[in-house]
């Protein structure tokens, strides 16, 4: 079968108007012209579009994208069985959100109790949605997907205790924060004293600890405004001491 761009956009649920942007950027050609000047896409590119989408529904850029099946590497039958085991992991996340949001229903209906481990249960996957809503797709380019799983999983399984613990360490950090930013200086104690407070909320995430992924974060926090927001609300340019507080901490060279 052969498709024009109509078609193959009518088949695949997207526009035409997306057909003819991904052949603009070199990431879906067809496979010839024809004599009227239309595209004309065959069996070859209704596999290679299949892959590009399921990339993007797992939230890979379109450069990131272009980069894996446009590679001489490139197996599109590993990419499948990948794709299929990630979205088993998607399947699984959501069946226990709609089991918990039904479960609250049902108990504000009075119709069923929730103990308080269940509810912090739904609280985790809540949180864990709305993370990957927002940053999902930076730290999956970042740090890999095998990388963010395992950091999910260990969150999903954290107790209400250490998950208290987290909370107070995060609160200790920005207090401390606040003290050595006072000093103006990133290699003082207060400031190695912050650095090592992050350290110890990290791991309470993080599958294994490295220097160089905690310097990673920490550039991060600079890089990317929605972070760097969050840091620099109370008083700004606290980011970037605590991006160079961490570089101090874990022997990077300052920027």
Same mark, same amino acid.
Request: aromatic share 10%; with cysteine; proline share 2%.
């Given at each position: 079968?052969?498709?024009?761009? =109509?078609?193959?956009g009518?088949?695949a649920?997207i526009s ?10 070199g990431l /879906?050609k067809?496979?010839r012209?024809n ?5 004309i896409?065959?069996e070859?590119?209704v596999?290679?579009?299949q ?5 993007r529904?797992?939230?890979v850029? /379109?450069? @990131?994208?272009?980069?894996i099946v446009t590679?001489?590497?490139? *197996?599109g039958?590993?990419?499948l069985?990948d &794709?299929h085991?990630k /979205?088993?992991?998607?399947?699984? =996340?959501l069946?226990q959100?709609? $089991?918990?949001v039904?479960k609250?229903?049902a108990m504000?209906e009075?119709?069923?109790t929730?103990s ?6 739904g609280f985790?996957q809540n949180?864990l949605e709305? @993370?990957?809503k #927002?940053?999902g797709?930076?730290?999956r ?5 095998s990388?963010? $799983?395992?950091?999910?999983e260990?969150?999903?399984n954290m107790?209400?205790?250490q998950?208290k613990?987290t ?8 207090e401390? /924060?606040s003290?050595?930013?006072?000093? @103006? *200086?990133?290699s003082?104690?207060l400031a190695?004293?912050a650095a090592?407070? &992050?350290k110890?909320?990290?791991? &309470?995430?993080?599958?294994s600890?490295?220097?160089e $992924? &905690?310097a990673?974060?920490a550039?991060?926090y600079v *890089?990317?405004e929605r972070?760097? $927001?969050?840091?620099d #609300? ?7 001491f ?8 874990t022997?990077?060279k300052?920027?």
């Amino acid at each position: 079968m052969e498709y024009t761009v =109509q078609k193959l956009g009518r088949m695949a649920g997207i526009s035409p108007r997306t057909l003819r942007y991904y052949d603009q950027i070199g990431l /879906l050609k067809p496979g010839r012209i024809n004599s009227s000047g239309y595209r004309i896409y065959g069996e070859s590119e209704v596999n290679q579009l299949q892959q590009i989408l399921f990339y993007r529904e797992l939230g890979v850029s /379109l450069d @990131n994208i272009k980069d894996i099946v446009t590679a001489p590497s490139f *197996d599109g039958v590993k990419a499948l069985r990948d &794709h299929h085991e990630k /979205l088993l992991k998607k399947q699984e =996340q959501l069946n226990q959100l709609i $089991a918990n949001v039904e479960k609250t229903l049902a108990m504000t209906e009075g119709r069923t109790t929730m103990s308080d481990k269940e509810k912090f249960q739904g609280f985790k996957q809540n949180l864990l949605e709305e @993370n990957e809503k #927002k940053y999902g797709k930076e730290i999956r380019e970042k740090y890999g997907e095998s990388t963010v $799983a395992k950091s999910n999983e260990k969150f999903m399984n954290m107790t209400e205790e250490q998950y208290k613990e987290t909370t107070r360490l995060s609160e200790a950090l920005m207090e401390k /924060l606040s003290q050595a930013m006072k000093t @103006n *200086d990133p290699s003082g104690e207060l400031a190695q004293e912050a650095a090592d407070l &992050h350290k110890k909320w990290l791991c &309470h995430y993080w599958d294994s600890y490295s220097k160089e $992924a &905690h310097a990673g974060v920490a550039q991060m926090y600079v *890089d990317d405004e929605r972070f760097t $927001a969050y840091y620099d #609300k109370d008083q700004p340019g606290t980011a970037k001491f605590l991006r160079d507080a961490i570089f101090i901490y874990t022997g990077q060279k300052l920027q």
